[in-house]
RNA sequence: GGGCCUAUAGCUCAGUUGGUUAGAGCGCACCCCUGAUAAGGGUGAGGUCACUAGUUCGAAUCUAGUUAGGCCCA
């Protein structure tokens, strides 16, 4: 991949030689690989090389046909609406270096990346656009999903190349065909809005409805009565408003409570009144009646003062009541002929009002959830355009937003206003007509829960859970979740195919019906739906059930996007041959625990009886340098298209995501990743040097394992073997984190420092094979250390392949000069070297060797020695027995070794080296009548 | 406000069931080398284990609380 940097370099190196005559006699390391990476540039002509040459699709292929065993991480899809930011380059690497170390444990690892597109962001952002028209096609349905298909095709286009830029594995050449109006059916990656999956929600839907896990019941929304639609939360704008601020009271008795006894309650909107079913009480405050001039009045003690404060009514005696007498009150409605249901929940506060909360289930979300508990409906008697229905006659046909002052004034009819004033506050409007929101509930299908969360906790006590807190995490998130709303009452999405009779009203759905939508979709596309009436989308001769009249209209809500995201295992992994169910590996963001975990999970159990993953891995969040979220407005957010791969390379991108445990939330920012760059060249410095002295490989073309024979090196492959082993059960346990550390650690240490600098020596100055290839004693000595340092090359840059994936196969190719890859390659067994007793043997060599270093620091201080080879070192007669005191020295770096049976053991002592310094190897020794030391002397055969 | 999570040298991480002076790499300082050279080697300085109070003969480790930050809810 480069052949541009010798000519420096020879230019350099003649001048060397005319500085010293003996430098042409000793072997130097030669390489074309750079001691600088220039990741930005280099990256993207390795990324042409596995396409060109379909690497990962070809060792798809070859493990197929040999029937490798299967390992499957099935993708969680991003949503298709911008670039990916770095939670998305951490997400992605790490499921990279999943597959790829899978895939170099020889399994089959099919990566189906995936994209989720249908949904509310979208249909915003499109609806924003078109905003700007005045021809007000952004209210046209058509044209919205027109848009946002467009729009979600263009990201995914856009997210598949930042994808292949981090060096992800995947096919990529099918999405670059994908167009607006190109939507195929990819075998290669899936996206929610393609034909095959629109057709395959509704399938999984009607599963799920089949075996009768869905419902349909109503559920309070913001609603606009201006507009008549729904809002999402973000449509919704918080405006100051000024609203009446009353205190009402409620006919209250008790067989403890003297007659004219209230429960009081504060609210802001009279006007849901008419649809309150119930008074909350909190479960752990204490209450009171209190004698006042309106009655008797309770409250919750700890609001008196406010209270009395707020409504210039002053009590005479006061009564505490316990939960218990709170229970069995009987209250009723201030102005209608019905019980008020007494109810207890911990959404009442202390803040404001009385501690008793007026609930209307239909009309509130906090409501809404402490009635379903009770068992009460969520009641509305109002219409779309925000009118009160004959439910409630005494109002029938007034607006919602006008009924304020007739309330007011039947309740002071009736008696029940105890006090009235007005309150500012930040009320919700809408974002396009501006007008103030109600909250009404409307008929909305579901999915329920209960049926099915004793099998949902079963399945999160089977799933493997990493970190193992998510398992505790996401079954009380499962235990407590209510039933899951299905409707959005939205365009961008996939419709709920359901029919309404026309004559009578009732719901019309069957699984007849849906079979025949879904092969309508199949056909045709979801669009189908929305261009035929609905006479067109029912089977032939469907009647109402109820009454039997065969005129429907179609029901307009859509699915919520997190089913279609859910269902993702039902089509993907189920329509496919080679991904079984469960998938191996879920992997995303600890914020999916209530979110995918989950949406996978509930339809997975209702179809299938069982979770579609055997784990779940989550990673953090992404934080700044000074550990905040990073936000736009703080403008302390880095991204990696244009802050990080232009400058650093993805291979460093790689690296920090490696370094991290990515199970906490992670920092990232730019001096973070310039000391990740100083790592990296690290690694690259210890493989050059190694490819320097291989020679890129040809030096050892005839070298095989047999030819290490050296103590030393045998030493260093015994490290290389515990290394394998801790790194290989870090990937295991998808701790990355450590394979770094570890990996940094013999580098820099284990090879850089002791190692190299040991056999620099013998590779750079000890005979070569002649020309007939017999050797000397010292040729022998010097192809040992080489076939050691082959063997590291080869395994350090598997092993590091999964995490540098540019830069090992930068080296692969170098070295193999195939079109093979890296990634061919098996993983290396290098276990053959452990060695335990050498291990042991080496030990107190090393302590020796520490002690030695610091007496020749103090030498260097004293300007007595400069290199170690300067010095030579006594040491007594028991240490180290078993070492020649040539294999000391060497070991040691000094130029000679001699022992003293004066010493103790454990004590050595450091002097400057006698002798001459060998100009060729510049070791201190008697030299001989060539002006070299013995060794060079036999060695050089001038 | 609730549930869950995180906090060990400037940075990234170790620290097994509580047990001697809390470890490693990077970075930093100083020195050496100049045949890995926008490299390499050696030595060394850095920590009240976020804080507080407990349990214990003994706590980075166990308990409670506080602070800061994060995720999910409200």
Redesign the pocket.
């Known amino acids: 991949m480069s052949e541009k940097q010798g000519k420096a ?1 020879d230019t350099a190196k003649e001048n ?1 030689q005319e ?2 005559p ?2 042409h006699t ?1 072997c ?2 030669q390489t074309e690989f750079p ?2 990476g220039n990741l930005p540039q280099r990256e993207p002509e390795i990324q042409k090389f596995w396409e060109e040459n379909k690497v990962y699709k070809k060792i798809l292929e070859s493990r197929r046909k040999s029937g490798a065993p299967v390992f499957l991480l099935h993708d969680g899809p991003p949503y298709a609406n911008g670039n990916f930011h770095t939670g998305h380059a951490l997400n992605k690497i790490l499921k990279d270096t999943i597959n790829k170390y899978h895939t170099l444990q020889g399994k089959y690892v099919p990566y189906i990346p995936g994209w989720d597109c249908h949904g509310l962001p979208i249909e915003l952002a499109v609806q924003k656009k078109l905003a700007n028209k005045k021809d007000s096609s952004d209210k046209d349905p058509i044209i919205i999903r027109r848009e946002s298909r467009a729009y979600a095709t263009n990201f995914i286009k856009i997210q598949a190349k930042d994808q292949s830029r981090f060096g992800v594995f995947w096919d990529n050449s099918e999405v670059e065909t994908l167009t607006p109006e190109n939507q195929f059916n990819p075998s290669t990656f899936y996206y929610t809005m393609s034909p095959q999956y629109e057709a395959s929600i509704l399938k999984a839907f009607r599963d799920i409805y089949s075996k009768g896990h869905i419902y349909k019941g109503k559920k309070p929304v913001y609603w606009c009565p201006v507009t008549a639609t729904a809002h999402a939360e973000a449509e919704i704008e918080y405006k100051e408003a000024v609203s009446p601020s009353i205190y009402v009271a409620f006919p209250a008795s008790h067989k403890d409570l003297p007659q004219e006894s209230f429960v009081v309650i504060w609210t802001t909107t009279p006007w849901t009144l008419p649809a309150n079913l119930g008074v909350s009480f909190h479960p752990e405050f204490s209450y009171a009646l209190y004698n006042t001039p309106a009655g008797h009045l309770l409250i919750a003690e700890g609001l008196e003062e406010k209270f009395f404060a707020a409504t210039n009514l002053s009590f005479s005696a006061k009564e505490s009541l316990s939960q218990e007498q709170i229970s069995e009150l009987t209250v009723q409605h201030p102005f209608l002929d019905r019980e008020s249901k007494v109810l207890f929940g ?2 009442v506060t202390l803040e404001a009002g009385t501690g008793i909360v007026h609930t209307a289930p239909g009309h509130g ?2 409501d809404y ?1 402490v009635g379903l508990d009770a068992g009460l409906e969520p009641y509305s008697p109002v219409d779309h355009y925000g009118r009160y229905t004959d439910e409630f006659p005494l109002m029938a046909g007034m607006k919602v937003k006008d009924a304020n002052p007739k309330i007011l004034e039947l309740l002071q009819e009736k008696g029940r206003l105890i006090h009235s004033s007005e309150i500012r506050h930040q009320y919700p409007h809408s974002w396009r007509s501006h007008a103030p929101l109600i909250m009404r509930a409307t008929p909305q299908w579901f999915f329920a829960m209960d049926g099915l969360r004793a099998e949902a906790l079963r399945e999160a006590g089977r799933t493997l859970w990493i ?1 193992d ?2 398992e ?2 996401f079954k ?2 499962i235990e407590n979740r209510p039933d899951w709303c299905l409707s959005r009452q939205r365009h961008w999405g996939v419709p709920i195919p359901a029919f309404t009779c026309e004559k009578c009203g009732e719901t019309h759905m069957s699984t007849h019906s849906l079979d025949h939508i879904i092969s309508l979709v199949e056909q045709h596309g979801i669009e189908v739906w929305f261009d035929r009436a609905a006479s067109e989308l029912l089977p032939p001769g469907a009647t109402c059930e109820k009454c039997g009249h065969n005129q429907f209209a179609k029901e307009t809500d859509i699915l919520d996007v997190w089913f279609d995201s859910g269902v993702s295992w039902y089509s993907v992994l189920k329509d496919r041959d080679d991904t079984p169910i469960p998938a191996d590996v879920y992997l995303e ?3 999916q ?3 995918w975990f989950q949406s996978s999970l509930w339809p997975s159990l209702a179809i299938e009886g069982k979770a579609p993953f055997k784990r779940v891995i989550t990673h ?2 992404i ?1 700044d ?1 000074k ?3 990073m936000s736009k407005s703080l403008g302390n957010g880095i991204e990696p298209n244009t802050d990080i791969i232009p400058k650093f390379g993805a291979d460093i991108l790689r690296l920090w995501v490696a ?9 990232i920012g730019m ?2 990743l310039s ?1 990740l760059a ?2 990296y ?2 690694i690259r ?2 493989f ?2 190694i490819l ?1 002295n291989l020679r890129d490989g040809k030096e050892v073309e005839t070298l095989s394992s047999r030819d290490v024979t050296d103590k030393i090196d045998l030493y260093f492959l015994n490290e290389l073997a515990l290394l394998a082993e801790e790194i290989t059960n870090a990937y295991e346990k998808y ?1 990355f ?2 394979v ?2 570890k990996v ?2 013999f580098c ?2 284990t ?4 190692y ?2 040991i056999i ?2 013998r590779l ?2 000890d005979a070569t094979p002649d020309a007939s290839g017999s050797q000397t004693a010292e040729a022998a000595r010097r192809r040992s250390s080489l076939s050691a340092l082959k063997i590291i090359s080869d395994a350090l840059m598997v092993y590091l392949a999964p995490i540098l994936s540019f830069t090992m196969e930068e080296i692969f190719q170098l070295t193999s000069n195939g079109k093979d890859s890296v990634f061919s390659q098996a993983w290396p067994n290098v276990s053959i070297w452990k060695n335990d007793s050498l291990a042991e043997e080496f030990e107190s060599l090393w302590k020796l ?2 002690f030695a ?2 007496q ?2 103090q030498l ?2 004293n ?1 007595a ?4 080879t ?1 010095a030579m070192v006594e040491i007594s007669g028991q240490d180290l027995s078993t070492f020649s005191p040539d294999e000391i020295a060497r070991a040691f ?1 000094v130029s000679a070794v001699v022992r003293d049976s004066s010493l103790s053991p454990g004590i050595l002592r450091v002097k400057k080296a006698e002798g001459e310094k060998c ?4 070791i201190h020794a008697p030299l001989t009548e060539k002006g070299l030391c013995p060794r060079c002397s036999s060695v050089v055969t001038i």
């Not at 100009?919 to 510049?922: E, F, L």
């Open positions: 370099n060397e500085k010293n003996w430098s000793i130097l390391p001691m600088r911990d959404h979300m906090d959830k970190p807190w998510g505790n995490r009380a998130m963001g600890s914020d625990h209530r979110g953090g969040y934080l340098e550990g905040r979220a370094s991290e445990d990515y199970r906490t939330d992670n920092t001096d973070k000391h100083e790592s060249r690290k410095n210890t050059r040097y320097g701790e984190h450590m770094y550390q940094l650690h820099t240490v090879l850089s420092s002791q190299f600098d620099r020596d750079y100055c060797k520490d270093n610091r020749m620091e260097r201080k300007d020695i400069g290199s170690s300067e770096v100009p060729r190897c510049w």
